[in-house]
């Protein structure tokens, strides 16, 4: 029992009712939000080290006893996520101080981007499908909000196709926790799973497990993106980066939870689908990568790549790929927001966005011009840098249990991606300058300092993976032994 | 009286299929709101459709308590949902001048 597992969730929530009430004050605002976020980070790391030393945290609201009261519960793996999480915030944030326009700012947009994070952790920590589900809408609601901001008609456009896909694969959620708690008669994920367990996986199940991965698929990008690109290209830089970087990687989450604590007796159907449905991510990815001009499209086709190779790891589930998947996840929180904040502001710079109407960027922008190269070296997994040590172990655990065709596919994905981005680079920031300097908005301060904190996290991570590794051992063997996470929801507080 | 209700269920999730497949916005909105009740629907009938006492405090063969709590946060979180899209649809009219999906698919220009 600790009571600070809930604050990655609680915090964000008062703050953002707070800062309905300060309305015209903008400042205090913004240092109330960076505040919540950089506790967040302090927190978590926190909470990491106690998890190490003691094993899974729970927390049983109002003293419930679980299975009957609903529960948080931090393992390393949802801590590992609200870590990466709240460092992606608050770079994000620090790039809204100076990119959003004032008229947001008093129009409660900080509230919404702490009520979004708020959403995002709470699903990372949950205990609880039904409440798993609440947290959802949190971040949805949220994200309806935010993809609005600026009332542009294209933003409107996509955020009517954005709610209704999400409100339909909501209705889908529902309808599986109706089914799942007819058939176990239980919420508690722990207790699902023990009941599953001890029942064996039944054909009912193993359907229903389906209906679940149809909106994990759905939320998470695997296969059913169509609504993906469209939605992410349209709003503002920070939240663009926060959507690309958060809202997929919760649906990842929850397949992970639900595919390794319950639902992991029928491999051979349940992770043979995912198998199949990550290799045609990949594909489909693939080929969005390098048909658009438009670098939010290209940027948008990258998020539907990495979603796919995480699910590789997942869909062959050896202890090496599970591990990998974890170190690719938490990765690509950080260069997705790193990619989408560079292409949003080669945007803001020049007032273009098609990557062939932008020239010869480098020599007015060259800091801005490396960190973009940098994050190409990472996506496409180059040592020291963060992606490299996913797409090894990711690879290994592929080769160990002989998904071959999947293994190829996530490598030439690689390739893919690795061509996108440095067309982007070849074209946009070699070549000659266009536009001189006096014509250009100047990049400013904030913009730099965002992006050069989550280019030091990519470097960090990929140095820094040694040390990582421990947690991330920790993660992963909790996910491959689900009795750990069971004992420690019905075990002594 | 549980096929009964299941047979409702299953009459909401028609009309609201054929709702959302319509090209007005506003009854594709109507039709996830029907949407959402045919679920409160389905949550309500698996755990079965039994009379018994008041849970916890009452005496005898109690009822079990967990869907209708079910039901409540869903119908909060639905009407919230409904709420919000309809709010869109309006600022969408307003800014694009079009209800009707097709409409609303845009060119690529922009």
């Known amino acids: 029992m600790n009571n600070l597992i809930v604050m990655p969730m609680a915090l964000p929530v008062l703050m953002g009712i707070i800062l309905l009430f300060l309305r015209p004050y903008v400042k205090v605002q913004r240092s109330l939000s960076l505040l919540v976020f950089v506790a967040n980070i302090g927190i978590s790391v926190y909470l990491l080290h106690l998890i190490q030393q003691n094993g899974v945290i729970r927390l049983d609201f109002g003293g419930w006893e679980p299975p009957f009261g609903i529960l948080f519960v931090a393992d390393s793996f949802s801590m590992l996520l609200v870590l990466a999480s709240s460092i992606v915030a608050a770079a994000c944030l620090i790039y809204s101080f100076s990119s959003v326009e004032p008229s947001f700012e008093k129009n409660f947009y900080y509230s919404f981007v702490l009520l979004l994070i708020a959403g995002v952790n709470g699903s990372f920590l949950t205990g609880d499908i039904f409440n798993l589900f609440v947290c959802f809408e949190i971040m949805l609601l949220s994200s309806y909000v935010l993809i609005t901001f600026g009332g542009k008609k294209g933003q409107l456009r996509e955020s009517i196709k954005y709610v209704i896909v999400n409100v339909v694969s909501s209705w889908i959620f529902l309808v599986a926790i109706a089914y799942l708690y007819g058939t176990v008669g239980t919420l508690n994920m722990a207790h699902i799973a023990d009941r599953i367990a001890e029942s064996g996986q039944t054909p009912t199940l193993t359907v229903i497990s389906v209906v679940f991965l149809t909106v994990f698929a759905l939320k998470a990008g695997l296969f059913l993106y169509f609504w993906l690109p469209g939605s992410y290209s349209v709003p503002v830089t920070p939240v663009a980066a926060m959507f690309g970087a958060l809202l997929t990687k919760v649906g990842i989450y929850a397949m992970f939870r639900v595919f390794t604590l319950m639902f992991y007796h029928e491999q051979q159907i349940t992770h043979t689908i995912i198998g199949i449905l990550a290799g045609l991510t990949l594909i489909g990815g693939s080929i969005g990568a390098v048909a658009y001009k438009d670098l939010r499209m290209v940027a948008a086709y990258n998020v539907v790549i990495a979603v796919g190779f995480i699910l590789v790891g997942l869909a062959v589930a050896t202890p090496a790929a599970i591990e990998g998947s974890i170190y690719y996840l938490i990765h690509d929180i950080i260069i997705k927001a790193l990619l989408f904040l560079l292409a949003g502001t080669m945007i803001a710079v020049t007032g273009q966005t098609k990557m062939d109407e932008i020239s010869g960027l480098i020599k007015n922008h060259p800091l801005l011009g490396w960190l973009f190269f940098l994050t190409t070296l990472s996506l496409a997994g180059i040592p020291p840098l963060s992606g490299f040590i996913g797409k090894v172990l990711i690879g290994e655990g592929a080769v160990g249990s002989g998904s071959y065709v999947l293994l190829a596919l996530a490598f030439i994905s690689s390739i893919f991606v690795l061509y996108s981005l440095m067309r982007i680079f070849l074209t946009s920031f070699w070549g000659e300058t266009i536009i001189s300097k006096d014509e250009e908005i100047p990049a400013k301060k904030g913009w730099i300092v965002s992006t050069c904190i989550l280019a030091l996290g990519t470097i960090a991570l990929g140095l820094g993976a040694e040390p990582m590794s421990v947690y991330i051992q920790d993660a992963a063997e909790t996910l491959l032994n689900p009795q750990i996470y069971i004992d420690a929801v019905f075990g002594d507080n | ?110």
């Open chain 2, 1 to 110: 009286m549980e096929t009964l209700v299941t047979i409702l269920a299953g009459v909401l999730v028609t009309v609201a299929t054929y709702l959302l497949l319509s090209k007005n916005l506003i009854r594709v909105i109507i039709g996830t709101a029907i949407l959402t009740h045919a679920a409160h629907l389905i949550i309500m009938v698996v755990s079965g459709l039994k009379t018994g006492s008041v849970p916890i405090v009452g005496e005898g063969d109690p009822v079990d308590p967990l869907p209708q709590a079910l039901i409540l946060t869903s119908i909060v979180i639905g009407f919230a949902v409904t709420a919000v899209s309809l709010v869109l649809a309006y600022r969408t009219y307003q800014e694009v001048g079009t209800d009707k999906l097709d409409e609303l698919r845009g060119d690529p220009d922009e």
